[in-house]
């Protein structure tokens, strides 16, 4: 099956700095790439959605400023979260979708453990 | 608003029986629907999914069955195995929201030996 790592699988950092959490299509070309988060005990929450070569789609209610979402080629796709504070600790989890007809199973990374102190 | 519900949190079946995790959705643009397993500090792992054009499929030990007049869901595992204790979610799709999932809250299922 297809495979999606994501890049660093946990980060601690100080409040007001920024990170950088990567996405990768490992085996298959991804046009497009979704990014998650998941708070403890709760579903998954789309927070955009990111295409190749283009702007990405935020969800209603995501700070596009503050999650700045890149898809510079097929199998890459970053979210930065800049500024961070305390409440944007969470499990950030990316997914890709492969070219195709079955273009609605997404791939999902392992996700990242964000701890901002 | 959660269109995509997943009203027990919890499961608990004995191995070999089987387990029956519920999913019920509101938005009847819904066309396609896929069952996600996920381990603590993991991303999900696709597990099965059914269009709206059929009632029944069935993959191996897993089934799922659509109810679409009453907007609801399950997935059969048939026999449970400790193995299959896990956090499983349904996710919902409509056609031209560019396959955009959106997931209900989960179902924690304890397989016991």
């Known amino acids: 099956g297809a495979v999606v790592s994501q890049h660093p699988s946990w980060v601690i950092c100080k409040s007001g700095t920024s990170v950088k959490i990567e996405c990768r299509s490992l085996?298959?070309?991804?046009?497009?790439m979704f990014w998650y988060r998941q708070f403890p005990k709760q579903s998954l929450m789309l927070m955009a959605t990111?295409?190749?070569?283009?702007?990405?789609?935020?969800e209603q209610g995501v700070e596009k400023d503050k999650f700045l979402i890149n898809h510079a080629s097929l199998t890459l796709s970053t979210l930065t979260v800049t500024s961070a504070h305390p409440e944007d600790s969470s499990f950030y989890i990316c997914?890709?979708?492969?070219?195709?007809?079955?273009?609605?199973?997404?791939?999902f990374g392992p996700g990242t453990r964000l701890t901002v102190t | 608003d959660q269109q995509v519900k997943q009203n027990s949190p919890s499961l608990s079946v004995q191995e070999g029986r089987i387990s029956i995790l519920n999913c019920d959705y509101t938005n009847s643009m819904f066309d396609y629907f896929l069952w996600y397993k996920k381990y603590p500090a993991e991303g999900p792992t696709f597990l099965i999914s059914i269009s709206s054009i059929k009632d029944k499929n069935e993959d191996g030990r897993f089934t799922v069955f659509l109810n679409k007049s009453a907007k609801h869901l399950s997935l059969h595992i048939v026999p449970s195995q400790p193995g299959d204790s896990a956090v499983y979610f349904c996710?919902?799709?409509?056609?031209?929201?560019?396959?955009?999932?959106?997931f209900g809250t989960g179902t924690r299922l304890q397989v016991t030996l």
């Open positions: 997914s890709a979708r492969e070219p195709g007809p079955k273009t609605y199973e997404q791939y």
């Open positions: 990111s295409n190749e070569g283009s702007k990405a789609t935020y």
């Open positions: 996710a919902a799709s409509a056609t031209g929201t560019a396959s955009k999932l959106t």
């Open positions: 085996d298959f070309q991804a046009t497009t």
